[in-house]
């Protein structure tokens, strides 16, 4: 049965064909039982107008304004003509109603005022022999009225329709729009684990670097500081490893890293750490905290690590041998204060402005997107007496 009906659903020419062939066959019988009452033939033109009428209903869904151009034609072929209506004059009823659901709006305006003034003309035409001006009245309202309940009809079916194909539209845009945001979500993300991963590695492996080569230096003549230098090597690969694998982490959706739990995300507390693995690796810093230490947003904690981190890293990088830091962290009232300065070379001009041709200063631009993030401001330049200084204030808020 659901097959017959998804046939049909597929074939509507074929169910308005067979209703088309009924009522050609109801208005020639009828047609012929009322030449049989009356005993007088049928007009010429009575026949043409059935079959006429009758392909309007086959083809009303497949050429909707040609067939209600036809019905128009037929129906005043009749008026000047003479054919009475017939049976088959229900296909200006169902015209009408296809139109109004289906056809071009101005197709839908002309079946409505044709559909007012057909009754009336018919009335006018064909007035009932035994009935007088009230009768007259009432059977034109009587006949008028089918004719407006199905161009309301058809008219509501296309308010309807197109109601649900706004919803479908909209509803599609909404789709497509979150798979935009979740693109954007995904970008951010990678944005995200880009800048941790260079922080993780610019840091760790530049102590590396200068541990590997101060070992290889001190290897004969002073084992034991080799040997210093070599744990230092180790414990800082394992602190590289333990973050990257927290940030690797976040990509597998589903998986579990080992202890089921990834390392917690670095925070205020740990840049004292921070500071002394730096002193470790041979460059002086000076660490101080002013302002009551208190708990922090998330987001800022891990910013603030990360700037001086990446501070630290530069003074390293660019600060010459003999080059010193210090770092300051002030806690105010609505924000942390955080001052990194050295007192080296400092950084060339085209990597904290511009953020270098070949892909180097990109730190300084994580900094700036960190910050930015959580609604703060940095300052990023050269001392006037010489060195490189950071200055950035993150505010307890979050951005809006």
């Not at 229900?90 to 709006?105: D, E, K, P, S």
């Not at 649900?164 to 995200?192: S, T």
């Not at 942390?336 to 953020?355: R, S, W």
Request: proline share 6%; aromatic share 6%; glycine share 10%.
């Amino acid at each position: 049965m659901q097959r017959l009906y998804d046939f049909l659903r597929r074939h509507p020419t074929w169910v308005d064909g067979f209703w088309a062939v009924i009522l050609l066959g109801i208005s020639l019988v009828g047609g012929q039982v009322e030449q049989e009452n009356r005993g007088t033939d049928l007009p010429v033109l009575w026949v043409p107008v059935v079959v006429l009428l009758s392909l309007v209903v086959a083809l009303r869904r497949r050429m909707p304004e040609k067939m209600l151009l036809l019905a128009a034609a037929v129906g005043v072929a009749q008026l000047v003509l003479d054919v009475a209506t017939t049976p088959a004059n229900f296909a200006m009823l169902v015209i009408v109603f296809t139109v109004a659901a289906t056809g071009a709006r101005w197709a839908s305006r002309f079946a409505l005022i044709a559909a007012l003034v057909a009754a009336p003309l018919a009335q006018l035409r064909w007035p009932s022999p035994d009935g007088g001006t009230a009768g007259h009245i009432v059977g034109t309202v009587f006949t008028t009225v089918p004719f407006a309940l199905a161009w309301v009809l058809g008219d509501s079916i296309r308010t309807r329709r197109a109601y649900f194909a706004q919803l479908e539209e909209r509803a599609a845009r909404l789709e497509k729009e979150r798979e935009a945001q979740a693109k954007v979500a995904v970008a951010a993300e990678r944005a995200r684990i880009a800048r941790e991963l260079h922080d993780v590695v610019a840091h760790n492996v530049s102590v590396m670097v200068v541990q590997a080569d101060g070992a290889a230096y001190v290897l004969d003549a002073a084992p034991d500081q080799a040997k210093k230098a070599l744990e230092t090597i180790s414990s800082t690969g394992r602190q590289a490893l333990a973050e990257m694998r927290r940030l690797l982490g976040v990509l597998r959706t589903g998986e579990h890293q080992e202890g089921g739990e990834y390392v917690p995300q670095p925070d205020v507390e740990q840049i004292e750490d921070l500071v002394e693995q730096c002193r470790v690796s041979g460059l002086p810093v000076d660490f101080k905290v002013e302002g009551t230490p208190r708990p922090l947003p998330s987001g800022v904690e891990l910013t603030a690590y990360r700037i001086v981190q990446e501070a630290l890293t530069n003074t390293r990088k660019h600060g010459g041998p003999n080059a010193g830091a210090s770092v300051r962290l002030v806690y105010f009232d609505d924000g942390l204060g955080l001052l990194v300065e050295d007192d080296g070379k400092g950084a060339p001009h085209e990597l904290y402005e511009e953020g270098g041709a070949d892909g180097q200063g990109h730190g300084l631009i994580g900094m700036r997107e960190r910050v930015g993030m959580v609604g703060g401001t940095l300052d990023a330049g050269p001392r006037p007496g010489g060195g490189f200084r950071i200055s950035a204030l993150l505010p307890l808020k979050p951005a809006h």
